[in-house]
């Protein structure tokens, strides 16, 4: 194992070790520093490192989650290959470590709520579903639609990076990466019920909303269309676009509309400039859905 330096104080090292029973670090303690140069270092074993990246799967859970464990006595941080009862207090416990002594007591706490922990990660499971969904997205763009060119005009084209410089693509992964769990899910969920909906009248477009504390520069609008040509489809969700970016007053818009079995997704301009009838349809398109406000915790 080879330390340098350089590494950035926000920061996080983590070493992975694979092993299949819980071994004791301690006795090279000397060896082995929890923290280097200012950036704190974790130490898991590769099976447990793995499964807290599938379980949490985005970047500002897992380092939250590092940090938390870190107030665990130092003797508790060298201790690997026992992340399992660690995750299940950290989810029982509302994404939190407050009030947990160490591994002994998480391991307690743990095993006095077997069934409302089996419940919470039932519906964490269910929740995840959609988070999925957002993740297929985001997947997609990785790959340009050899036939994305069909059909369309020269102004909607022209919209398009070239094929060797794709860097608009990167972006709208990352708009999607850089959102947490629950926001995903919430996200796949909202373009799930679009789906539904267009699903049951057989053709037209729909089409949601949704904001996160988080993200407060950023408005998503996600939505489904059947049956409606891809150049007024692309025309419709640029007039969304801005006009959800006038009506929330967000200076970033993403769109995500699954076109029976294909996705377009488009991803507003910097500094855009929008105009009062940008206002005024953001106000015909928005200013009557229903709005649903509820907190988004890290338990389930």
């Given at each position: ?25 301690q ?5 082995l ?24 799967r ?59 922990l ?110 409606v ?21 967000k ?50």
């Amino acid at each position: 194992m080879e330390f340098k330096d350089g590494l950035s104080p926000i920061s996080h090292g983590v070493v992975a070790v694979e092993v299949f029973q819980p071994v004791d670090l301690q006795p090279d303690a000397d060896k082995l520093p929890l923290e280097y140069h200012g950036v704190p270092i974790t130490y898991l074993s590769v099976n447990d490192f793995l499964n807290l990246t599938v379980l949490l799967r985005s970047m500002p859970e897992l380092m939250e989650y590092l940090a938390e464990r870190r107030t665990f006595p130092p003797a508790d941080l060298r201790l690997i290959g026992d992340e399992e009862t660690l995750f299940s207090f950290y989810l029982l416990n509302d994404g939190s470590f407050a009030g947990c002594a160490g591994r002994a007591d998480a391991r307690n706490a743990v095993a006095a709520q077997q069934d409302r922990l089996k419940a919470s990660l039932k519906r964490k499971f269910e929740a995840d579903r959609y988070a999925f969904l957002l993740e297929h997205v985001a997947d997609e763009l990785a790959e340009r639609n050899p036939h994305y060119a069909d059909d369309l005009p020269p102004h909607i084209l022209a919209a398009y990076a070239a094929a060797d410089a794709r860097r608009n693509y990167i972006e709208m992964q990352a708009a999607l990466a850089d959102l947490r769990l629950r926001e995903r899910a919430e996200l796949g969920r909202a373009l799930h019920g679009a789906e539904g909906r267009v699903e049951d009248k057989g053709s037209g477009f729909t089409f949601r909303t949704a904001r996160f504390d988080s993200m407060p520069e950023w408005v998503y609008v996600v939505g489904a269309a059947r049956g409606v040509d891809r150049t007024e489809l692309f025309s419709r969700m640029f007039v969304l676009m801005r006009g959800a970016m006038a009506f929330y007053d967000k200076p970033k818009c993403l769109v995500v509309v699954d076109r029976e079995q294909s996705y377009e997704v488009a991803l507003s301009r910097p500094h855009p400039e929008l105009s009062p009838a940008d206002l005024e349809a953001g106000k015909r398109l928005f200013g009557e859905l229903r709005v649903i406000s509820r907190p988004l915790h890290f338990s389930y």
